[in-house]
């Protein structure tokens, strides 16, 4: 499966992005899909994940109350819903897809990764 992440740019704290993981291929609603972000000098950090049926999702403690990770199977896509952004949130974000139906939580659970878009919250 291949995965595009888009949506990412310049917001004030406080304001609100959407991002999308489109994938390609049928079976896309086989897989869970996670959002991780990545500050530079930081290490890659879990953001949120939803379950190949979607009936299940995880946060971040930092995220939670502000982020959901809706996700359509019919647009083959999942989204990040950020509201209440804070400059603390700035980072490369990234989607990723497991085989696991559950949501990992873990990079190395994850197989296929898009290539990141840039989230950057001004304060």
């Known amino acids: 499966v291949q995965l595009q992440a888009s949506g990412g740019g310049l917001v004030q704290a406080g304001g609100s992005l959407r991002l999308s993981c489109a994938a390609s291929?049928?079976?896309?609603?086989?897989?869970?899909v996670g959002w991780f972000r990545q500050a530079p000098g930081m290490e890659r950090e879990f953001v949120a994940a939803?379950?190949?049926?979607?009936?299940?999702?995880y946060y971040a403690g930092s995220v939670k109350g502000r982020f959901t990770i809706p996700r359509d199977n019919a647009k083959n896509t999942v989204y990040l819903q950020m509201n209440n952004l804070k400059p603390e949130d700035t980072a490369v974000y990234h989607c990723?897809?497991?085989?696991?139906?559950?949501?990992?939580?873990?990079?190395?659970?994850?197989?296929?990764w898009g290539q990141g878009t840039q989230v950057t919250v001004s304060s």
């Open positions: 990723a897809a497991s085989y696991r139906g559950f949501a990992p939580t873990t990079p190395a659970e994850y197989a296929y």
């Open positions: 291929g049928r079976t896309f609603s086989s897989y869970a």
């Open positions: 939803i379950s190949w049926t979607g009936s299940s999702t």
